[in-house]
């Protein structure tokens, strides 16, 4: 028995340590999209260009299955490209020209919480306890001092707001969706399902743009290698392994680390973008891990409890 509770201790961290790579990455991935959307790109482009490349490398590994069991994960396979691609990037990414980027970053953080909620309405089962929704609560609380760095500036931008909170949404549905493919399909035909639907469904959104991005600029010292990082590591690596340590730990457990993101967005813009992180900034980090740390020892109960 302790050789398969040891076993099983170790499958459980390499789960953890996943989803924590995963939410570096994603954490980065904001000062990537930065230098290429100050190089000329507009938020489309970059969510198409990152998402083939993704795709093609996904596609060279994992391309003898093409189609689902049925007509009906087909579409869960459309929801999964909208839910985390097109409809969520492309709903952030606009939010950004009619709010600031202190609410978008604070109410596309929702999504952890939005997770929970949605979980504990469809599954009777896994209602979250009074512990791990102060948990969550905690660590909002902690994103808002991290996005709040600098300065305690909330101004409502009612069109803005809207979109930043359809992406939360958006991702919270994602990860419900992801969690019925997980039963019948393997990581890799569900990560190659998402890239392709999230390109196809994004397309028509080209049309809305004044013109596109010259090959040139595409060449550009500074371009090319934050398009490599954003399409190998942030989509094609990351999905997968999003994918998998969710599967492992649950939508509601693996999600809770998105409230790491605001922390490494925090630090890669110290380091990189030469951004100053004041005593409001480690203070939310501080709240951040302590709300986690409570949601996932409570999470922990639960599920004990439950195998009793």
Not at 65 to 85: K, P, Q, T
Not at 182 to 209: C, D, E, H
Not at 211 to 217: G, I, M, N, P, R
Not at 222 to 244: K, Q, T
Request: charged share 10%; aromatic share 14%.
């Amino acid at each position: 028995m302790s050789y398969l509770s040891h076993i099983g201790r170790s499958r459980m961290f390499w789960f953890h340590l996943g989803a924590i790579l995963t939410i570096v990455a994603w954490g980065i991935s904001f000062v990537s999209t930065k230098v290429l959307l100050d190089n000329g790109l507009q938020p489309t482009e970059v969510y198409i260009y990152r998402t083939l490349l993704a795709y093609i490398l996904v596609l060279a590994v994992c391309h003898k299955r093409i189609l689902s069991n049925s007509l009906r994960d087909e579409l869960l396979f459309v929801a999964c490209g909208l839910c985390a691609g097109s409809l969520y990037f492309i709903a952030e990414n606009t939010a950004l020209e009619y709010t600031l980027v202190s609410n978008v970053s604070l109410i596309v953080t929702l999504a952890p919480l939005i997770t929970t909620l949605l979980v504990g309405a469809v599954y009777k089962s896994e209602k979250p306890t009074k512990g791990i929704l102060i948990g969550s609560f905690i660590a909002l609380t902690g994103v808002g001092f991290v996005i709040f760095n600098s300065s305690f500036v909330l101004d409502v931008k009612p069109l803005g707001d809207l979109l930043s909170l359809a992406a939360a949404v958006s991702w919270a549905v994602y990860s419900l969706v992801l969690r019925k493919l997980n039963a019948f399909y393997t990581v890799m035909f569900i990560s190659r399902k998402t890239f392709f639907y999230g390109m196809l469904t994004a397309l028509p959104f080209l049309w809305f743009q004044p013109e596109q991005t010259s090959f040139s600029v595409l060449m550009k010292p500074e371009v090319w290698p934050n398009f490599l990082f954003l399409g190998v590591f942030c989509s094609m690596l990351a999905f997968i392994i999003w994918a998998w340590s969710n599967k492992g730990l649950g939508a509601v457990k693996a999600n809770n680390y998105l409230y790491f993101q605001p922390i490494v967005t925090l630090v890669a813009s110290a380091l990189f973008l030469g951004e100053k992180v004041s005593i409001i900034g480690y203070t939310g980090c501080a709240l951040i891990l302590a709300g986690v740390w409570l949601s996932d020892r409570f999470g922990s109960r639960k599920a004990n409890s439950r195998h009793k």
